[in-house]
C-alpha cells in the first residue's frame, strides 16, 4: 500500500537548522536597532475574535482573513433553511467567531485601548510574531510569514515619522543591503479624489493605484473606470500615474503635486507634512535614498497621514518593509483622539532578499563554534572539563557523543560548518596540551589549555 508523503500547506515553509540561525541573525539584528530607539517588547495571541479583525482592511483585506471554526459542533447553530440558502456570510458569522491575525498592527490598537490605564504615552512598542493571510502563494508571497513590526502611538509628532526612516536606514545598513525609501500622504490621496470630483471614491482610487507595480498602467487605468471613476478624471490623473522616480528631485516633484491639489484643503496638509519631513532628512545624513512618490497608495484602509514603503535595490523582491500613520485605529475600538505611526519589516522578504544578494555573514553558518574529536573514554574525561570551560567563556561547543571513525567525526564537523575542531589523544592528554585546528584554513596548533580559548576567541 502507498503512503502520502506528509507536506505542509502551500504558502508555508519549513526552516533547516542553517536557516534558522540566518533568520535569528534578521530577528536579534532589528531587535537591537529597535531597542536603541527605545521601543519595548510586545506579544499579542495568535488568533483574536473576527469582531477585532474585520473592517480593518478594507474588503480586499477582509477576503484574506483566515478564520478559525468554533470548537465542538460548529454545526449546531445552523438550520436546514440556512445550508439551503449557501449564504457565506451569514453562515461564516454563525460557525466561526475568530480569526488569525492578519497583521500586527490592528493587535496593537486593541491592546492599547485594553491596557490604556497601564501604559506610559507616547507608547513605544516592538513586536515580532507571525502573521497569515490568506493569498495566492508567489515567490516573496506567503500564507504565513513573520512581520517585525515598530510603532509609537500618543504623539502627533512628525518627528516619530523621520525616527521610522532613521530606523530602516540602520537596519538595512547593517545588513548592508541597498534600499530605497519611499514616501506618500493619504490625505495627498485625498485631495486627489476631490480634485477629480470623485471623493467618494478615495478607496477605489488608492486600491487601484496601488497595483500600478504589479498590475501595469493599463489594467489600473481600466479598473478606476470599472469602478465609477469617470474618463475625464482618469485621463486628470496620468501625469501624477506616469511620473517616474526623480533621485535627488523631491522637491520639484512636490511643487509639481502641489500645484494639481491646489484648491484642497487636504491635499495642502499631506504636502506640507511631507515637506517638513523631508527637510529634516535632509539633515539627517541616511545611508540609503529616500524619495516622494504620489502613486504610493498602500491600500490598507486605516493609514490617515504619511505612508512609507521600502523596496530592496538589486533583487528581484519587491516591497520589504511598510507602514504609516493612523489617526482613527484605537477610535475604532472605544478610544478617540489617539495617533499612531509605525512601520512593518517582513522578515520573509528581508530573508530572501539577503540570500539572493549573498550578505548574510560567513559565520552565521552553525550555532557550534568547536567541536572536540572524541578518542575514546579517557579522553572524554580529559576533555569535558575543557568544554565546559570553553561554554563558560561564552564560546558554542559540542564533543561528538562517542568514538567514532575519524573520518566520521570531521565528516560531522563539515557538515555543521564548525570552525574549529579540537584534538585530545595520548599525546596531548601527556603534555596537558590540546590540537585547535582551524578548518577554514587547515592549519593545526598544539596549545595550552589557556591559549586554546584565546586562539579560539
Keep these: 500500500m502507498s503512503v502520502n508523503k506528509p507536506a505542509i500547506p502551500k504558502g508555508t515553509r519549513d526552516f533547516t537548522p542553517a536557516e534558522m540561525i540566518r533568520r535569528n541573525y534578521i530577528f536579534d539584528t532589528i531587535r537591537e536597532i529597535f531597542e536603541y530607539f527605545g521601543y519595548q517588547p510586545l506579544e499579542t495571541p495568535a488568533m483574536e475574535n473576527l469582531d477585532t479583525l474585520l473592517?480593518?482592511?478594507?474588503?480586499?483585506?477582509?477576503?484574506?482573513?483566515?478564520?478559525?471554526?468554533?470548537?465542538?459542533?460548529?454545526?449546531?447553530?445552523?438550520?436546514?433553511?440556512?445550508?439551503?440558502?449557501?449564504?457565506?456570510?451569514?453562515?461564516?458569522?454563525?460557525?466561526?467567531?475568530?480569526?488569525?491575525?492578519?497583521?500586527?498592527?490592528?493587535?496593537?490598537?486593541?491592546?492599547?485601548?485594553?491596557?490604556?490605564?497601564?501604559?506610559?504615552?507616547?507608547?513605544?512598542?516592538?513586536?515580532?510574531?507571525?502573521?497569515?493571510?490568506?493569498?495566492?502563494?508567489?515567490?516573496?508571497?506567503?500564507?504565513?510569514?513573520?512581520?517585525?513590526?515598530?510603532?509609537?502611538?500618543?504623539?502627533?509628532?512628525?518627528?516619530?515619522?523621520?525616527?521610522?526612516?532613521?530606523?530602516?536606514?540602520?537596519?538595512?545598513?547593517?545588513?548592508?543591503?541597498?534600499?530605497?525609501?519611499?514616501?506618500?500622504?493619504?490625505?495627498?490621496?485625498?485631495?486627489?479624489?476631490?480634485?477629480?470630483?470623485?471623493?467618494?471614491?478615495l478607496t477605489a482610487l488608492t486600491v487601484a493605484i496601488d497595483k500600478i507595480e504589479k498590475a501595469g498602467l493599463e489594467n489600473v487605468n481600466q479598473e478606476l473606470l470599472d469602478n465609477g471613476i469617470p474618463q475625464e478624471a482618469v485621463?486628470?490623473?496620468?501625469?501624477?500615474?506616469?511620473?517616474?522616480?526623480?533621485?535627488?528631485?523631491?522637491?520639484?516633484?512636490?511643487?509639481?503635486?502641489?500645484?494639481?491639489?491646489?484648491?484642497?484643503?487636504?491635499g495642502k496638509k499631506g504636502i506640507e507634512e511631507l515637506q517638513y519631513i523631508k527637510d529634516y532628512l535632509e539633515t539627517l545624513g541616511l545611508k540609503n535614498r529616500f524619495a516622494f512618490d504620489p502613486k504610493l497608495a498602500r491600500g490598507l484602509n486605516y493609514y490617515t497621514g504619511t505612508i512609507i514603503e521600502v523596496k530592496a535595490l538589486n533583487v528581484?523582491?519587491?516591497?520589504?518593509?511598510?507602514?504609516?500613520?493612523?489617526?482613527?485605529?484605537?477610535?475604532?475600538?472605544?478610544?478617540?483622539?489617539?495617533?499612531?505611526?509605525?512601520?512593518?519589516?517582513?522578515?520573509?522578504?528581508?530573508?530572501?532578499?539577503?540570500?539572493?544578494?549573498?550578505?548574510?555573514?560567513?559565520?552565521?553558518?552553525?550555532?557550534?563554534?568547536?567541536?572536540?574529536?572524541?578518542?575514546?573514554?579517557?579522553?572524554?574525561?580529559?576533555?569535558?572539563p575543557l568544554l565546559a570551560k570553553l561554554r563558560?567563556?561564552?564560546?558554542?561547543?559540542?564533543?561528538?557523543?562517542?568514538?567514532?571513525?575519524?573520518?566520521?567525526?570531521?565528516?560531522?564537523?563539515n557538515r555543521k560548518n564548525v570552525q574549529w575542531v579540537i584534538l585530545a589523544g595520548k599525546e596531548e592528554m601527556e603534555k596537558e596540551m590540546v590540537t585547535v585546528r582551524n578548518m577554514s584554513t587547515g592549519e593545526q596548533k598544539q596549545v595550552g589549555k589557556e591559549e586554546m580559548i584565546t586562539i579560539i576567541n
Excluded at 547593517?174 to 479624489?193: D, K, S
Excluded at 501624477?240 to 484642497?264: P, R
Design 235 to 266: 485621463d486628470r490623473l496620468q501625469p501624477l500615474l506616469t511620473m517616474q522616480g526623480m533621485d535627488g528631485k523631491i522637491q520639484e516633484k512636490l511643487d509639481i503635486v502641489s500645484g494639481f491639489l491646489n484648491g484642497s484643503e487636504a
Design 55 to 201: 473592517g480593518k482592511y478594507g474588503d480586499e483585506g477582509d477576503k484574506l482573513l483566515f478564520r478559525i471554526l468554533n470548537s465542538g459542533n460548529f454545526l449546531d447553530p445552523l438550520n436546514d433553511e440556512d445550508l439551503r440558502s449557501r449564504n457565506i456570510h451569514k453562515i461564516s458569522s454563525m460557525i466561526t467567531e475568530k480569526g488569525l491575525r492578519y497583521d500586527l498592527t490592528v493587535p496593537f490598537a486593541r491592546f492599547v485601548v485594553q491596557h490604556q490605564h497601564e501604559l506610559v504615552f507616547p507608547f513605544k512598542r516592538y513586536q515580532m510574531q507571525p502573521v497569515w493571510r490568506a493569498d495566492r502563494p508567489q515567490k516573496g508571497r506567503y500564507r504565513e510569514f513573520y512581520q517585525c513590526d515598530v510603532d509609537v502611538i500618543g504623539s502627533n509628532s512628525l518627528l516619530y515619522e523621520t525616527e521610522l526612516f532613521q530606523i530602516v536606514d540602520s537596519i538595512f545598513s547593517r545588513f548592508g543591503m541597498e534600499v530605497l525609501i519611499l514616501f506618500n500622504h493619504r490625505q495627498i490621496l485625498t485631495g486627489i479624489a476631490e480634485i477629480l470630483g470623485v471623493p467618494e471614491k
Design 316 to 384: 528581484s523582491i519587491g516591497s520589504i518593509c511598510g507602514g504609516g500613520r493612523y489617526d482613527n485605529l484605537t477610535g475604532i475600538f472605544g478610544l478617540p483622539g489617539v495617533s499612531g505611526v509605525g512601520i512593518s519589516f517582513g522578515a520573509d522578504r528581508i530573508f530572501d532578499a539577503l540570500n539572493e544578494l549573498n550578505l548574510f555573514p560567513e559565520h552565521f553558518k552553525s550555532t557550534t563554534q568547536v567541536l572536540f574529536i572524541n578518542f575514546g573514554s579517557e579522553e572524554e574525561r580529559y576533555c569535558m
Design 392 to 413: 563558560a567563556s561564552g564560546i558554542p561547543s559540542e564533543i561528538y557523543p562517542e568514538p567514532a571513525k575519524l573520518k566520521k567525526q570531521m565528516e560531522y564537523s
